[in-house]
């Protein structure tokens, strides 16, 4: 099963590394991997999204916990909680399809961020599921270029752990 | 008063109380190296190899309890320590080794020596580090070694740049230290260990399992306080060995690949298994799945990742086997109406008839020498009251077999990476922590060769170590598999040269003894343990077609084991594929 986990970390060089290396050592798989500095620049807080079976899942939070480095682990897949990814798709529509891209966009609240003759550049934040569902759109109409920020996620407020 | 890093690491270590630092010099630690010239508390011993000074360090701290220190160069004096940490690592052993590193305006630049050491051992340390601030050295210093001491101690790594070190700070020395991501859990579980004393009274069929974690917390007392309360067999693992009396009615001996058979069948007839300060690696599990199959398990371990990594755990105890025990042991006290002899009397009749049925044996022969014969000889002589240190291969799994250890920290082994060329400088570093000790690793003619160079550690320093060499000709436990699972093909295991080791015990100013027939071994061991003042090495000639027995082979459940068949007295004729 998918998990997302939150890490609240020293925020130090050679963190991600340990984290990384964690994963590549031990064989556990990583989907997506995101970093960035807390409201205190001593800390940094780690978005991971990873899979496999209760045992792996409850071994990656044991053995990310043990890392001297790592202050806080929270599978939040166990709680209530909110995830959001960003995703930069670059779009070259044909003539005719131009208004349908325009069009869908706003239905998704995307954002056209850049445009040029043949291309537009969509910013869309979402869920995995809204996100897949735009990237499934665009894709006939023609991706050329798409870059994912990966997923952060955050504990819903009232949600004790 | 300002001072240099270098003051600031020596006063830093004395403030730890360190004594000795296994090292070897270099360009980047030069004025380190200086600072030792004249000091008068702390001594550097001089290695001849740098994976020496950390096995030497690995074998002060697994003799002593205290943590090894190592202090070597950058580059290759850092990535040859490598071998030494992971040996250490595998076996949660305290060390801090600190590397000298190029100065932190040249790294990253492939400057002269220079190494990732920190990226090198990131997977093999439990925690390192690279110093860019001489202000930050005495904290990080006091942090490291509280890392490698506490929880599950382990390795820590400490890089220090050249700028670093002859740059000037105050030195403030933290007395005490919290560190923000690192909170090791020592009380167990309360409701935990009421369930676990349930599960005692109600099981017909106990074992314990013994593994490291009890040497290291010293709980052997507890160990046997519940051991002999409750009426419960113990094995001990490789690393456990000692944490429980082996000469006990209860002891099992070593469970696993090389195990008693008596210790095997107990864990795969058990109802209870109770594992303390182990985590069921594959050479004591044999085939997972199939291992300890009726029972429900109990296992206290202070690592979290210990537990459920590699089998199912009905009650799981995070935390300090010592803590654990006692706590558990009072409540079992208080419950227990003497029942537990009439309870066990049939489970520990079944184990004594297993005892029986097939103790650990080997072929006698006044002919040849057989290497367990050896072992068993240091044994009775010693009267066990000695350090045993050993290599890896037959000789370490003869060690264990072979020589009944009563007390903990006296067998010294390279459980988890199984390291050739660990035994001997670990003697030499027990034999600091114990001067008066006797010292003797067990050793191979292969991993012999892997540290020989320490013999001028040894004699330099007046270490009277012991090194008992059972010598086959072979790389033995890998000839051993290819006699038993590739046809008696001995693709490069024979080892063709073989030094004459008297020779080169005499060239390094150390004594030398050789025993060519069984007769010879009772006076070359009484001249080289007893007699002899110096370091020694003692040439067993062995039987080169020994093999370890019971054997249990790879991937199969541990109840699955091969033994020797009983032999006719002959040497077969060496058959070598070239
Ligand atoms: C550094 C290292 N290299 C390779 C091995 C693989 N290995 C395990 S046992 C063994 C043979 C050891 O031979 P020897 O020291 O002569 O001991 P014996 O088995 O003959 O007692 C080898 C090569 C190892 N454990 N360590």
Same mark, same amino acid.
């Given at each position: ?5 939150? +890490? ?39 978005? !991971? ?37 960003? !995703? ?13 891209? +325009? ?59 | ?21 296994? %090292? ?23 290695? *001849? ?39 250490? /690592? ?28 920190? %990226? ?18 005495? *904290? ?6 509280? =890392? ?57 069929? /106990?074992? =314990? ?20 309360? /409750? ?66 398990? =109990?296992?206290?371990? =202070? ?8 089998? *199912? ?72 009251? /000695? ?11 003869? @060690? @264990? ?13 390279? #459980?988890?990476?199984?390291?050739? %060329? ?6 030499? %570093? ?56 590739? #046809? ?16 080169? @015990? ?21 001249? #080289? ?50």
């Amino acid at each position: 099963m998918r998990h997302t986990i939150t +890490l609240f970390v020293e925020n130090k060089f050679g963190v991600l590394s340990r984290v990384s290396g964690l994963f590549s050592g031990r064989g556990y798989n990583i989907e997506s991997l995101s970093v960035g500095e807390t409201i205190d620049p001593k800390y940094a807080q780690m978005t !991971i999204v990873t899979s496999g079976d209760d045992l792996i899942i409850e071994q990656i939070n044991k053995q990310l916990n043990k890392l001297i480095d790592v202050i806080k682990v929270t599978d939040v897949t166990e709680f209530e909680h909110v995830e959001r990814e960003m !995703i930069l798709i670059k779009i070259t529509p044909k003539p005719e399809k131009k208004a349908e891209v +325009l069009n869908l966009a706003g239905i998704f609240r995307g954002r056209i961020i850049d445009s040029s003759e043949n291309t537009y550049t969509i910013e869309i934040t979402g869920d995995e599921k809204k996100i897949e569902a735009f990237i499934g759109l665009m894709k006939p109409i023609g991706i050329k270029e798409l870059v994912r920020t990966g997923k952060v996620a955050i504990l819903r407020e009232g949600i004790k752990k | 008063m300002k001072i240099t890093g270098a003051e600031i690491l020596i006063e830093s270590l004395k403030k730890e109380g360190v004594k000795y630092i296994f %090292g070897y010099p270099g360009g980047v630690v030069l004025n380190i190296f200086d600072m030792l010239y004249e000091e008068k508390d702390i001594n550097l011993i001089l290695t *001849r190899h740098e994976q020496g000074a950390v096995h030497a360090a690995d074998g002060y701290a697994r003799a002593s309890g205290k943590p090894g220190v190592v202090l070597v160069t950058s580059g290759p004096g850092a990535t040859n320590t490598v071998t030494g940490i992971a040996t250490a /690592a595998m076996d949660s052993i305290p060390l801090v080794v600190i590397t000298g590193q190029v100065p932190t305006m040249l790294i990253g630049n492939d400057a002269f020596q220079e190494a990732d050491i920190v %990226g090198i051992t990131r997977p093999c340390t439990k925690h390192n580090y690279l110093v860019k601030d001489v202000n930050e050295l005495a *904290r990080t210093i006091k942090e490291a070694f509280i =890392i490698a001491t506490s929880g599950r101690p382990g390795p820590v790594l400490i890089d220090l740049p050249k700028d670093v070190t002859v740059g000037k700070a105050e030195f403030v020395w933290p007395e005490k230290l919290d560190i923000e991501g690192y909170k090791p859990k020592y009380e167990g579980n309360k409701w935990m260990i009421s369930q676990a004393a349930g599960m005692i009274e109600k099981s017909k069929k /106990a074992v =314990i399992v013994a593994g490291g974690g009890v040497v290291i917390s010293a709980a052997h007392k507890e160990l046997k306080e519940l051991a002999e309360m /409750a009426q419960i067999p113990v094995t001990t693992t490789l690393m456990g060995i000692g944490c429980f009396p082996e000469t006990h009615k209860l002891s099992l001996g070593m469970p696993g690949m090389h195990g008693t058979y008596y210790a095997n069948k107990a864990i795969q007839e058990a109802d209870l298994l109770i594992a303390l300060g182990m985590r069921f690696d594959d050479r004591v599990t044999g085939k997972v799945d199939a291992f300890a199959p009726n029972a429900s398990i =109990i296992h206290v371990d =202070i690592d979290p990742t210990s537990i459920r990594k590699n089998v *199912r755990v009905d009650v799981p105890i995070v935390g300090d086997v010592k803590k654990v025990l006692s706590v558990l042991n009072k409540v079992l006290k208080t419950e227990s109406k003497g029942q537990w002899t009439q309870v066990r009397k049939a489970w520990l009749n079944q184990v004594e008839q297993w005892k029986k049925e097939r103790p650990l044996s080997y072929t006698k022969s006044d002919q040849v020498i057989k290497p367990q014969f050896v072992v068993e000889k240091i044994y009775e002589l010693t009267r066990g009251d /000695a350090i045993i240190t050993t290599e890896v291969g037959q000789n370490q799994m003869w @060690a @264990a077999q072979f020589y009944k250890y009563d007390k903990p920290r006296t067998f010294i082994s390279s #459980g988890g990476l199984g390291t050739m %060329g660990f035994g001997f400088p670990a003697a030499i %570093g027990a034999q600091f922590a114990f001067p008066d000790k006797l010292v003797i690793d067990i050793a191979g003619d292969g991993s012999i060769q892997m540290n020989i160079q320490e013999l001028a550690t040894a004699v330099l320093n007046k270490l009277p170590v012991k090194v008992a060499i059972l010598n086959n000709g072979f790389l033995g436990m890998v000839r051993q598999w290819q006699e038993l699972f590739f #046809g008696e093909r001995y693709s490069h295991t024979q080892l063709d040269i073989v030094p004459d080791f008297v020779k080169v @015990a005499e060239s390094y100013q150390a004594a030398g003894l050789r025993a060519t027939k069984p007769s010879e071994v009772e006076p070359v061991l009484k001249e #080289g343990l007893f007699k002899i003042k110096k370091p020694v090495f003692m040439d067993f000639q062995v039987d080169w077609t020994e093999k370890v027995f019971p054997m249990v082979p790879a991937g199969a459940p541990i109840d699955h084991m091969l033994f020797d068949e009983p032999r006719e007295e002959k040497q077969k004729k060496l058959k070598v594929v070239k």
